[in-house]
């Protein structure tokens, strides 16, 4: 599938570069768009550094979810740091001149989830760059109460991760770690953030799968105990007996295959918890009787991020130290590298890849 | 299927009355066997009522299940209730002429998961009545860590039952109760105790979901709100409005049926909890993407009972008078008229039904 | 000590009749001040009902406590319900014209407690009727975000009390509750209420504890299975004896007296909880090492309501009818009965004092 | 105090050594005893190693919680390792040869904590070394269900130390670590083991807080991030500050001391846990409404080992290699030096000492 390419507009004061999908169908424009205003409870940002998230590649290739989900033309993307530009008249939390990232799931805080603080399964909630324009761009708006101001130690190319890298710390941190073993079926980068944060969360034992070599080589150096490649090895097995016919205590799903899940629940131990982040593109079967019923398993559907507890225990774990992501980081590229990225990304020859902004 | 009987042999000192898979196929027989020997740690209990269970009715049938499980001959039934009379040396608990009842997974005590208080979920255990030999006779025998002494003030019908009462309290009281909203899939005999108990503990709206009008109608009589029916209503539709478009707090799943399970999570609030009790026949589909995951929905595998902790609340909930799970006790026959007892839970057209000795 | 009154000033379109603490001095007045404005995010409600809490016998008598906090001039009050009358331009919650109360708890949404969705324990909290304007007046203002929207069922004397009804909700939903024995120590209205919620939510047994024959008996109505009398019972003695030597799973402490402490801790069951809402006066002596660490025991500090869970699963124990309160709301009078209304509450001779607007 | 020695007797076949205090008075004697006799359920072992806990010094010491507990004469002592010599009729877990420790808290089984999976609450808690013989001989006997089978790579001297070990993890796991902040007041061995703990566990910063300049030196080598001397530093102020204002999510009390308990509450964050395991050697005064009700902390007692998760998860921890106890290990002598460890443990110029047995 090739990447149109649409021809630029003139600039003006009140527009901004971008990249939308400009219409249903593959492909993507790098376009320019007015700058969006600022509500009274909004904080404008100067986007500096963004990453692509598989979501991004739905939406670029025009997939069924994203064909009955997107309204284009779209400006997307939902990863990304920045510097606070301007400030509605309502806003307290940052000023002009700070260092954010936000969390994406815009909620309305007036649902029955919200007002009990569940935000992040909010039952009106929109998505930057997904319901609402998003983060590829020079600026993107989001309310005041979706911004997290950054720390100083926190480096530029992760902070424009720090949804992804949320997404595996609130998987991870869902229940107990220290002194337990898991698995991790997946290894992109949520996968292999995962791992690095159940290692650095005292987890005494970690299994990691994928298919994917590199993935595999990744979520090594991000401190995986054992390397199950799916094409391969009997993946269930080889846990229960690694594990001494136990099972792990803890699975998180970071892949979305049914395969992965079937083998997860199997070598799961009797009261182990299976934490789903992966999203299976099709309903799939599962054996409930054997694998959740009779196993007292506790299963969680895991979504978004905490807001912000998941944030602020994700920059504690980053400050101290202990967990390093930066060998997920692959890549660094210009925005005007876009295209390369995403093909990179496609490939499966890169982990994490972090665009930085390479225009005035 | 008819039930078979055989003749009874000529009675001794050293055997006893039972019911007995006597071999392969559907079918039972009314035997005399040997009364079963109690070793030091063992309790062995006069049966004074017992109860049957729907797991007798597949071993009675011998459906695929029961070929892949039951070893004949072998005397089942776990339901009972029965007086202490005789105990192993190292018995410290109970004394002959107490009032028992039991636990019937018994437990290794040795494994990870009983190591670590989770003996409902031990590695090793064998279920009275299908592992290891049953209740539906004269005597039977558990170890000193599986009885549960009776407190004189329940009667002797609902000591027979305290195995599925127990399954409803521990799948109730799995989660918090008070104030919340609540669907109860499926109202056979352990359906409607748990709507008794989540009414008893204060949930402030419970839907009864059932397919047979006598089963709602005890329902209904345990306190259930809203009564539906999936052969005439709009299910998961109904719950949704009922409950302004929230969906419940909490779904019980006690009927193993996969469009109750689908009613269920398609009608279950954001971060609401779902507690599976019910065994499915078979593997079946869900739509993990929406119904666990975005929803941030939790879910539990419940099996038997928390050892002893579901014990002591069942206790307490049935003494304080706001659990009367009467209504559900809808016949008490004697031992002789087992096979009507039979014919009358396999026609729907009963709630529960205890059997009491009617022989010396 | 004497209630003084000081004169009325003349009425206009722009000033509002209130209750307040006129001096650094014992005593109230009835005033004439400006009505509060309305800032973007705030609604101001015409108050229709309210009720006195100890916290304003405090600021009346003003003892230490109220010297240390309190900034006079100061419209007091904070148990209220009333109809909003006007909203800032950035609220969506509700309109003009719907019946409300609200949270008292003015949190400020940026700190460490709230965004970690902590509000009630947030770091800068301001609190209606003490930190600034209060509810005993004919409008009282507060931010969208503590606004309670009434369900058109509850009645306005038991909406004028969910301050301190929720209060008693997050005291006693702190922890399991159902199958499970409790002592609720000081029997005021909020432990009366807990009484009841406890009883609502399958609480088995319920010892209520006081020296106050007139609010034992409300606790009684509320339905403590046990009352016992610090004037002549011994306190933990008997409830150790009564529940079989175990002690209770469960203590609430609405007294803040330290003997009621340290009863409540010798009569708590191995492992139980202690959820404590009652303010002492001063620091007190606790035997940490028997009380807590050797007991296991889990010591909860309660503040305010969970904002908004509290206050959704009140109002589901009040719409379900197992929770009446009414039994504690032993007088209703006008706003000019105010004076009578103290004296009454001051004596211990009435339960909850409602009162009701008596001026247009 | 000086350290009495009485006369050994002579050595039979039935007899063994042991250290002992024999009468109401300070000191000690080494003896020789019947060595143990083994019931059906029991495990006799071989003691190899053991080492001196603080509880041992107050038997030495004689003070008035010896004398009102210990009744001499009585071999004591409680941290040990060593291999089954023998086993009861009835004992599955061991068999001799098997290198092993024990948990040393021998509960009765029977009791409603023990039945409901809070055995380290056991109303009926009997001590090895305190309330029954102890393990300061050349056997000693434990139940079954207090042996604890040791994995191969777990080393002597670490095996002699899993009881305070144990203590360390229980009290450090009893809530989330990940990405939190923390406090540990006291830094004997067991609040050292804890900040290892925590670290291994993802703690992002935690500030140790003892007065003897050593015992600091250890908590910085197990990864303390900050020391504080209460002799001179301002502690509460300076965890208040350091964390930003927010004081930090956990504290860990191992000392004991009025006034760390006082610090550790005034420099916790609002909605933080304090996990008591230090005993205080009398009732202390605390500011319950400031300290605990405002700050709606989560106050828990701390007692043992949770049997047996505790301990795998200890185990998990050791093998992981994140966690190593070895720098608070200062010293291994042989028995024959049990006075100058003894000696040595007192002067505060020691962590933890192991004693080998060095006499056939």
Chains 1, 2, 3, 4 share one sequence.
Not at 98 to 118: F, P
Not at 212 to 217: A, F, G, Q, W
Request: with cysteine; net charge negative.
């Amino acid at each position: 599938m090739p990447l149109s390419s649409v021809s630029e507009p003139t600039v003006s004061h009140d527009t901004m570069w971008g990249i939308q999908k400009p219409s249903a169908a593959p492909g993507i424009a790098h376009v320019r768009v007015p700058i969006p205003t600022v509500g009274p409870k909004d904080v404008r940002i100067r986007v500096t550094a963004f990453a692509i998230c598989g979501t991004d590649l739905h939406i670029i290739e025009w997939d069924r979810w994203a064909e009955s989900r997107i309204k284009p033309p779209l400006v997307f993307g939902h990863e990304f740091t920045g510097i606070v530009e301007s400030v509605g008249a309502e806003v307290a939390l940052v000023k002009p001149g700070d260092r954010v990232t936000g969390e994406t799931h815009v909620y309305c805080g007036l649902c029955y989830a919200c007002r009990r603080g569940l935000a992040h399964l909010c039952q009106n909630v929109t998505i930057l760059g997904v319901d609402r324009q998003g983060a590829f761009a020079d600026f993107v708006v989001i309310p005041e109460g979706n911004v997290w101001k950054l720390h100083p130690d926190i480096p530029e190319e992760i902070a424009a991760i720090h949804d992804p890298l949320g997404n595996a710390v609130h998987t991870a941190l869902a229940g107990p770690i220290a002194g337990l073993r898991f698995s991790v079926f997946g290894c992109g980068p949520i996968g292999c953030f995962a791992v690095g944060i159940l290692k650095a969360s005292g987890a005494s034992w970690v299994a990691a799968i994928d298919r994917n070599p590199l993935r595999l080589e990744l979520a090594e150096r991000m401190g995986a105990d054992v390397l199950l490649n799916v094409e391969k090895d009997d993946v269930a097995g080889s846990i229960v007996r690694l594990t001494d016919g136990r099972g792990v205590d803890g699975m998180l799903e970071m892949s979305g295959h049914p395969q992965a899940i079937r083998d997860g629940f199997e070598s799961l131990a009797n009261g182990g918890r299976v934490s789903l982040l992966g999203i299976p593109s099709a309903p799939l079967e599962i054996d409930v009787a054997k694998e959740i019923i009779f196993r007292g398993a506790v299963v969680q559907g895991i979504n978004g991020r905490i807001i912000f507890d998941t944030w602020y225990r994700m920059q504690e774990l980053l400050l101290t130290g202990r967990l390093d992501v930066r060998p997920v980081l692959t890549h660094q590229l210009g925005w005007s590298e876009f295209e390369k990225a995403v093909e990179l990304q496609r490939s499966g020859k890169a982990g994490k890849i972090v665009l930085k902004r390479d225009h005035a």
